[in-house]
């Protein structure tokens, strides 16, 4: 019965659109005769070449490039080496109709991200075809999967493009294209390195390979390789950066640190309090792992002292992650009798994020969230390797005096503290092992066998695409067992208040969980496509084309099960997992083993059809509307677009379009098996409220608890529920308008204005909206019979509207030949208009050009919702600027990278900052290519070492890192040979 269902659902589908299409045709027809005298445009001059039909992006009929009613921007590969873009992540950041996602807390690699809507609303592709998403969300591609040593453009569509590609291409699709008929052999090598001392070095190595000439040879074949790496940056290596004089300025740091944990241990005789006192604190707690502080109510009038040591974060924070990336791809082309031709290509790409998470200490998924040590250990204070503690006050070996400082601050009589052969408990990171780092192991692959050629006067281009990709989560360097660790101390092994001797350090290292695997996800693209078109009837401009396309795709994921071999287990065998499948706890401090066994699928089927119509020489209409079939949703969404092409004279062309879109969840979102759980140290919002209740330890605990229950405590929240089939896709509506125009030769301007609005948009309720709008999310707080959190719901939801309107403005000119040199410049900028959304159903519409805050509603609701990391930003202006150069064999580019300013909404407590001002990065590169078969590259990037604009938002360390990063300016050099 259901498999009846679906087939008359899929001839409903045929019809609906088949019907729509034809009748398109027929009015295309009855306007012929009112414009056949129409008079043609001058033909080009019989010595141009003519010009070569291609199948563009965002079309299914084969055309000129730039002949069609839609704007398509086209980079090449060569243009991006000659800004000096070392990796695709550089073209990401500069373009500006894609807008950053700021500093990102996961690590599935640089995204697209156009028109600021988030990447899940920007299609990637791959020489037309989807590839396999990232596995953990399933909503997008990372731009590392993409081959560089074979690439030769890269195509983008702004705007929906629903109505050809289907979902996700809400904000537009970006298309990468690969060589075709490569033949040769070429390497290339390249190095970049900062000026200033410390990471960020980026080296890579390339190289492709092709025969044969499908022209003469009737066939080619070629491969692709190419491999980066680069080093992680800290905070430590850029001191200057992060000057406490400078930060406190900001409204950072202006009270002492608290003691945190740290290598050089706190320690107390409870679980529950257990930083009184620090034996390393007069000798300055062993710089750069730790330094003294005397607590952060230190500064409070009258001042309560607190002295210990706290984690020196320039030494444990990265500010940029380490990576390495190594891509194969290849085609093999075949030309057959009778005009057709068959394609075959594969791709392999596997990219690493090194994703550094600090000092890692035991949390509550561990045994205790302390460790402890024994009076019998041989690094017990007092014992004689560790010096005991001087104190003041009532010392019975039953209490916790005061620890002393000296006499003006903690006066009175000063004596050891009796230990009493108490436990004692502290937090504790190991210092040798240095900061920790998880490798998120990221690959994805692809085949895809293609077909093109003409039957009975119809073109065809058929395809069969498998994609597959993993995510494999691995425990790196830093990671340790709580068992072993504690063990260490009972052996007396482990030094929790110094560095180790060597039989400490050997047992740290065995106490690792190196190379463990606590997370992996598995995501399939399987699809099989046919396309054919063919011209129906001529019409004054020429030939009127029809394109019938139909896809069939199942897309499918496997989550991976949580590892078990950490898992810790109850006293009845079983291992402490709850019902919905969460660890509950692990012997692996710093990361939880998270997954639920499961296999999840959907199946789509869709229909297109375009038709282009020259209705005279000078006008062009295209129409296009696509149909999808979603069986998991049970739902089939139809979006159309029409799009107008006007060249009332040669330099002149008006185009416009409107179109509809949408964005169905995804299948995690949908078929989620497990919760994705994630913690966050905050003040309970009720039990501990506080004026700023986004910043943890700034509450006050109500009566009836303790300051360590409701405040300052890690608490877990989901971001992510099972069974969400109650979500429905998000639907779009947009339109644009604009001109290209060549005012005189060798000049050209083109301006779009572009608008869009999204109804039920997907996000997740923020964790900081909870915090800060407690009485409202009441039911997303689930408590414990005590009261206090057990934890809290974050998850997806169809929420408000967002409207976003702007203009895309590019320029080029070429200046006249000189006998100094060739000269051309190439502006390309996007202006934003508006961008407001609500952050809920009916809710008000909040504001979101040219400002940054740390409003919760800003990160669910806005166009980050449903990622992890912070809310995006999006300047009024962004522009990149290149300026060319030649002359003989020497070749310069000079480009700017810019963003306009923005106004700080929720500046930090402390600073009056609220202006942050605009970003300007220019890149100089130089080609030299008098060597035979050789390209010489000498570059600087960030010339004018321009330094992330500074900020007193909240939720930034200082500077807006996701405008820029911290490396300064940049030395680039790269050699390649072409045999």
Not at 424 to 450: C, K, M, T
Not at 742 to 763: A, Q
Not at 789 to 813: E, F, K, L, M, P
Request: charged residues 20%; proline residues 6%; neutral net charge.
């Amino acid at each position: 019965m259901q498999a009846r269902k679906v087939r008359v659902q899929r001839v409903s589908l045929a019809a609906a659109v088949a019907s729509a299409v034809l009748q398109m045709a027929v009015e295309a027809h009855a306007q012929t005769a009112a414009t056949s005298a129409a008079p043609t445009v001058d033909s080009a001059p019989a010595t141009e070449p003519e010009p070569v039909s291609i199948v563009v992006t965002g079309s299914l009929i084969r055309r000129v490039a730039d002949e069609g009613a839609t704007p398509l921007s086209i980079t090449k590969s060569s243009e991006l080496e000659a800004r000096g873009n070392t990796e695709l992540k550089d073209f990401v950041l500069e373009q500006p109709q894609s807008l950053s996602l700021g500093t990102n807390s996961g690590a599935a690699g640089p995204v697209t991200n156009l028109r600021g809507l988030g990447p899940m609303r920007t299609l990637t592709l791959l020489n037309g075809r989807r590839l396999a998403n990232e596995p953990l969300q399933d909503q997008y591609v990372s731009v590392n999967v993409i081959p560089r040593m074979a690439l030769d453009r890269v195509e983008t569509l702004n705007g929906g493009a629903a109505s050809i590609y289907g979902a996700d291409a809400i904000g537009g699709v970006q298309n990468y294209l690969t060589k075709r008929n490569y033949r040769g052999f070429s390497a290339k090598a390249e190095y970049a390195t900062p000026e200033l001392s410390g990471g960020g070095q980026t080296k890579s190595f390339g190289l492709i390979a092709g025969w044969g000439d499908v022209k003469s040879d009737g066939w080619n074949f070629y491969l692709a390789a190419d491999h980066q790496e680069k080093t992680a940056l800290f905070q430590g290596d850029r001191p200057d950066q992060h000057d406490p004089a400078v930060l406190r300025g900001l409204g950072l740091g202006l009270a002492p640190d608290a003691r945190n944990a740290s290598p050089i241990a706190n320690f107390g005789f409870s679980r529950s309090s257990n930083t009184s006192y620090n034996p390393a604190y007069a000798s300055g707690c062993l710089d750069p792992y730790a330094l003294p502080t005397l607590g952060n109510a230190s500064a409070n009038t009258p001042p309560t002292y607190a002295p210990g040591c706290y984690r020196n974060p320039l030494y444990w924070t990265a500010v940029t992650d380490g990576s390495k990336i190594t891509t194969i791809a290849g085609r093999a082309s075949l030309n057959l009798s009778g005009g057709h031709k068959l394609d075959l290509d594969i791709l392999h790409s596997e990219f690493t994020v090194q994703k550094y998470r600090g000092m890692q200490v035991p949390g509550t998924a561990n045994p205790f969230t302390t460790y402890s040590l024994s009076s019998s250990s041989r690094f017990y204070p007092g014992n004689g390797i560790t010096p005991a503690v001087q104190v003041v006050g009532s010392n019975t070996g039953a209490n916790t005096p005061t620890m002393y400082i000296d006499a003006t601050k903690t006066p009175g009589t000063v004596s050891t503290l009796n230990m009493n052969g108490r436990t004692i408990y502290f937090q504790w990171g190991p210092a040798e092992l240095g900061p920790a780092y998880r490798n998120d192991e990221q690959s994805n692959d692809r085949i895809v066998l293609s077909a093109e050629g003409t039957v009975l006067g119809w073109d065809y281009r058929a395809g069969i695409n498998y994609g597959r990709a993993e995510r494999d989560t691995r425990a790196g360097a830093g990671y340790v067992l709580y068992s072993k660790i504690q063990e260490g101390f009972d052996k007396g092994i482990l030094n929790p208040f110094g560095l180790q001797d060597a039989a400490g350090l050997a047992y740290l290292q065995s106490a690792q969980a190196l190379d463990y695997t606590y997370r992996l996800n598995k995501a399939y693209n399987e699809s099989v496509d046919l396309t054919v078109s063919r011209p129906l009837w001529q019409l004054a401009g020429g030939d009127l084309t029809l394109a019938v396309s139909a896809e069939f795709r199942k897309d499918s994921a496997r989550v991976g099960a949580a590892p078990l071999d950490y898992v810790l287990k109850k006293a009845d065998g079983t291992y402490n997992i709850d019902a919905s499948g969460v660890v509950v706890q692990t012997d692996l401090v710093g990361e939880t083993p998270v997954g639920v066994a499961k296999d999840l699928q959907r199946k789509i089927a869709s229909l297109m059809m375009e038709v282009d119509a020259p209705i005279t020489d000078k006008f062009l209409l295209n129409g296009a509307v696509r149909a999808d079939h979603y069986d998991d949703l049970k739902q089939t969404t139809v979006n159309p677009k029409l799009a107008a092409r006007y060249q009332p004279w040669q330099p002149l062309v008006l185009r416009s379009s409107v179109s509809t879109g949408f964005r169905a969840p995804s299948i995690m979102d949908i078929q989620n098996p497990t919760p994705e759980v994630r913690t966050q140290v905050m003040d309970d919002p009720v039990l501990c409220p506080s004026s700023q209740p986004t910043v943890a330890a700034t509450g006050t605990p109500k009566a009836g608890y303790t300051y360590d229950q409701v405040c300052n405590v890690t608490t877990t929240y989901w971001t992510k529920s099972p069974n969400n089939s109650f979500l429905k896709p998000e639907k779009s509506r947009g339109f644009s308008l604009g001109f290209a125009l060549e005012p005189m030769k060798d000049m050209t301007l083109t301006v779009d204005y572009w608008g869009l609005l999204i109804r039920d948009v997907l996000g997740a309720t923020s964790i900081a909206e909870i915090q800060q709008n407690p009485d409202k999310y009441a039911a997303f707080i689930i408590r414990n019979a005590d009261g206090t959190i057990n934890h809290i719901v974050a998850s997806q939801s169809n929420r408000g509207q967002t409207r976003i309107r702007g203009a895309d403005v590019s320029g080029s000119y070429r200046f006249p030949r000189a006998s100094f040199g060739n000269f051309d410049v190439k502006l390309d900028g996007t202006w934003y208009h508006k961008y407001e959304f609500q952050s809920e159903k009916d809710g008000p519409w909040l504001q979101n050009v040219g400002i940054i805050t740390n409003d919760g509603r800003y990160g669910s609701a806005g166009p980050n919702a449903g990622l992890a990391g912070m809310p995006q930003i999006n300047p009024r202006w962004k522009h990149t600027l290149a300026l060319n150069y030649s002359l003989g064999n020497w070749r310069a580019t000079l480009s700017q990278r810019y963003n306009s300013g923005l106004t700080d909404l929720t500046p930090r407590t402390g600073s009056t900052l609220t202006k942050v001002d605009s970003y300007s990065q220019y890149n100089l590169n130089m080609r030299y290519l008098g060597i035979k078969n050789t390209t010489i590259s000498l570059g600087v990037n960030n010339l004018t070492q321009e330094w992330p604009p500074l900020t007193a938002n909240s939720i930034y360390n200082g500077y807006i890192t996701s405008m820029a990063d911290m490396l300064g300016r940049v030395y680039r050099a790269s050699v390649e040979y072409k045999f």
